[in-house]
């Protein structure tokens, strides 16, 4: 929690000085903390791995100042578009805002979490029985508030007479960012089987930050989007219908289990609301897609060995692991959104099929022949089949945004990066075989974190055209 009062320091450094700062501090940890402190403090399982959360503490603080950095590039105008349509004038105080409000996530978020679970107790999380809800509350809360309070104090474009001064930027509406990141980063700490949640939570935590301040959610400011609904009343309710009817089903089925179906049904609902009926359409296709692979093969997959857990059901954590993400997007990006999801399903189609695959499968680290079904295996039918999904999505995109005008918070064709859909689909398409194959002997991370971080990884990188293309037209001096 101390550490987390140098981020006020953020306020009078500039962004390279801030990284520089970083820096030392991560080559401190490194070199010079072990030689007098730091083997004494380290928990057993770090001495175990060899790896300490001192060290990944001030790494992730260096990362997200830069991706600070060159996030806020973005903006062509040199002016960010905060909330309700607000313009703030460049200031380099205003990069570090990002960076600020997740670094304070990490510190009082976490400290405070870690405090009221000690102190107040009381009834266990379903998924992590070492974890309770008084200490999930007790992270959004004081993280929330944490995060408020420094990147108030360090964005302000004045401070004079003890007082903060803005230039058109509504602090209310950047609270319920704060608001949605804090609850985000509380369930990912929240996760078990992680090797460090300093990496994972300030990312995370980052990461909505990053996309609420960009692309303005209509929510953020009802009276000037009112217009823009991604749904009226009645195909809300409609959807909201359909979803607790398909939810239903597949419960009777004894596709999900309990756990599962609240899940799914919860997940459903935020979809609806964020992009309603559009968005909900790309939602029902991921879940067509990955049951239908699921049970494709089926038997030839039983025979070998290989086939999914328990007949095939979605359990708890294959629910979350692959719908928390998509909702949370749901909220702030329908091209983070899309990617997501897009990404997911391929990745299932692709595991799927490549199990029932005759020809040989190929590890993507080493490239030998391994298996069927092994950890991070690829093959050139499930691959084909990945790839071709990722195309039904693109497709399906591109005859919404043609809709536009019916759903005026979608973007028109031209207006949807499909560049940067394909780029990210793709590579975070291969890069989760690589990873599993990598993690595998390590168990640095769980299967259903793995699939977190790739979900949100891919969301984010459909915007790294824009940032490239905003970075050549700074270097040419273009604004």
Known sequence: MSMGLFALCLRWLTPWQAALCALAALLHNLYLFPHYGMKKLERPEEKERGYSGMIGYPAVILVIIVLSLFWTILDPGWALPFAGGH??????????????????FLAFGDAFGALCGMFLKGPKLPWNIKKTWSGLLGFVIFGTAGAYGVSLFVGASTWHGGCLFWEGYLPTDHFSILLIAGIVAGIIETLPDQIDDNLTVPLAAWAVIALGMVNIPWWINIAESSTNFPWKPGSLLAVLLVNAALASIAFWRGWVDKWGFLLGLIFGAIVAFGFGIPGYALLLLFYLVANGSTYYGKKVKEQRGIAEAHGGQRRTGSVFSKGFVPAIFA??????????????????????????????????????????????????????????????????????????????????????????FFLATIFCFFFESWFNEWNEPRKFFSKEIVHVMLGGLAGMLTYAPEIAKSIWLLLRGTT
């Open 87 to 104: 313009l703030l004038k460049w200031d380099w105080r205003i990069r570090l805002g990002l960076a600020v409000a997740a670094w304070a």
């Open 331 to 420: 909220l702030l990006s329908f091209q983070a959104f899309v990617a997501s999801l897009a990404t997911y399903a391929a990745d299932t189609a692709a595991s799927e099929f490549g199990k029932t695959s005759r020809g040989r499968t190929f590890s993507i680290k080493s490239w030998r022949v391994v298996p069927p079904g092994s950890i991070g295996a690829i093959s050139l039918k499930g691959t084909l089949a990945g790839l071709f999904v990722l195309c039904i999505f693109g497709a399906m995109i591109w005859c919404w945004c043609w809709f536009s005008p019916l759903f005026p918070f979608l973007p028109r064709s031209e207006g949807f990066p499909f560049l940067g």
